[in-house]
Every structure is written in structure tokens, then in C-alpha cells.
């Protein structure tokens, strides 16, 4: 059993900054094939932000990009999400996303957080 607890939401002015955080955690040893955060605002489809895959690479929807930076702590198995210069559409639901497999199992799933709520006010 995978759990992603996502934390750092509210509300700031258009032009200010956000820190996402998602803490994982799991009952057995887990790997990680990529992470990464998705968004929903109100009425739309929820929608890719951001990946990290095993190997550190970094993608971003241009939406974002230059703005948003993506990181992880492995150690702390925590992902992180820089949110900087927000603009009012950027007001949504943030979820942080992990596709692995337990150790020893070629069953990989994704799992999703709870969300944390974002809003921009202009």
C-alpha cells in the first residue's frame, strides 16, 4: 500500500510564490519509476504539470515551464513543487503522482494523493 499526502496549498496574489510538498510512504520497499504533480481547476479535465523520472529528468507542460520546478528527496521519499510568478489560472487542485512497483514485483501501478487546493487571486 502506497500513500501520498500532499501539503503547501492556499492562497497568494498573482506573482507570488507556493511550495508543494508530497510526502510518500509505504508498507513494503517500493520503486519509483517516475513522480510527478497534476492539476484540476474547476469544470476541466485534470492535467499534466510536471514528471520526474527515474533518472532525474524533468519535464514540464509549457504552461508552467519556467515557473514551476519540480524536485525530489529520495531519502525522504518526499517530491516537491516550486511554484513561482503564479498567474490566477493556476488556481486548481494540486495531486502529486508516483508510478513504481513494490521490490520484487513487476506490477507497476499509479498512485494518487489526496490534493492540495491552489488558488491564485489576481
Known amino acids: 500500500q502506497v500513500q501520498l499526502v500532499e501539503s503547501g496549498g492556499g492562497l497568494v496574489q498573482a506573482g507570488g510564490s507556493l511550495t508543494l510538498s508530497c510526502s510518500i510512504t509505504?508498507?513494503?520497499?517500493?520503486?519509483?519509476?517516475?513522480m510527478g504533480w497534476y492539476r484540476q481547476a474547476p469544470g476541466q479535465l485534470r492535467q499534466w504539470v510536471t514528471t520526474i523520472s527515474s533518472t532525474d529528468a524533468t519535464t514540464y507542460h509549457s504552461s508552467v515551464k519556467g515557473r514551476f520546478t519540480a524536485s525530489r528527496d529520495n531519502t525522504k521519499k518526499t517530491l516537491f513543487l516550486q511554484m513561482n510568478n503564479l498567474k490566477t489560472e493556476d488556481t486548481a487542485v494540486y495531486y502529486c503522482?508516483?508510478?513504481?512497483?513494490?521490490?520484487?514485483?513487476?506490477?507497476?501501478?499509479?498512485?494518487w494523493g489526496q490534493g492540495t487546493q491552489v488558488t491564485v487571486s489576481s
Open positions: 503522482n508516483v508510478y513504481g512497483a513494490a521490490t520484487g514485483s513487476t506490477l507497476a501501478l499509479s498512485y
Open positions: 509505504s508498507e513494503r520497499s517500493f520503486n519509483i519509476v517516475n
